[in-house]
């Protein structure tokens, strides 16, 4: 039985992906096999007369074992709004069973999959239902990334208020240092800790560039 876990976030471009990519560095570097997962994504381009997301090849290329890049990112869509709107405008329904049922195919070929979300935990991506509602089918434990910048306590103490009211298991969260001067950043995620029981895995440095195995050296939590 693989280990799983779910990657959401305080919003969009909060470094969700990063954060992923860095978790998936750490596994590996404890010598396990890690595959990810970014099931739905908007804002994609063409590359080859198909639908390619940047996040979601950042996943693709930082896996363990080489997958067909639809297994990673079932859901891809070009225009870069929510979901569920993107998903209307080319008349789809994205379909959480779906999603479910390539997890479950995939999960079989690694030691750890790590699932990303697609913006907030509430995000919609059909009609009746959400992120959250992902997460819930999946049966994975959470972990919440935070993007460091202004506003970032209430729209974390928002989204940890409404996952602990979610039957989900929250394993943690991750500080995204996203601005590279943010003011009192260090003062923001000591208050953060301060208001909640959920740990604090690691507090990712704002990088201009991706170095996965830097930023899998910050993660302080034994997973």
Not at 32 to 43: D, F, N, W, Y
Not at 84 to 97: C, F
Not at 124 to 137: F, S, T
Request: net charge negative; hydrophobic share 45%.
């Amino acid at each position: 039985m693989s280990q799983g876990y779910f990657i959401t976030g305080t919003d969009t471009g909060i470094g969700k992906t990063w954060s992923t990519v860095a978790l998936m560095q750490y596994f590996k570097n404890q010598g396990q096999t890690v595959l990810g997962m970014k099931p739905i994504a908007s804002g994609c381009d063409e590359v080859d007369g198909r639908l390619r997301n940047e996040d979601a090849l950042l996943i693709h290329q930082h896996a363990s074992v080489v997958l067909p890049y639809e297994d990673i990112n079932p859901y891809a869509f070009a225009l870069a709004v929510s979901p569920h709107i993107a998903a209307e405008q080319v008349g789809v329904e994205i379909v959480l069973d779906n999603i479910v049922e390539k997890y479950q195919q995939i999960e079989k070929l690694a030691d750890v999959v790590l699932v990303e979300g697609v913006g907030g935990w509430l995000v919609p991506l059909n009609a009746q239902e959400n992120v959250a509602d992902l997460a819930l089918k999946l049966d994975l434990p959470i972990i919440v990334v935070v993007g460091i910048r202004l506003g970032c306590i209430n729209q974390a103490k928002l989204t940890f208020a409404a996952i602990q009211k979610t039957a989900v298991r929250c394993r943690g969260w991750i500080a995204s240092c996203v601005e590279r001067d943010m003011l009192m950043r260090d003062e923001n995620i000591r208050t953060l800790c301060q208001s909640t029981e959920i740990p604090l895995l690691a507090v990712l440095p704002y990088m201009e560039k991706l170095n996965p195995e830097c930023l899998s050296r910050e993660i302080s939590t034994k997973l």
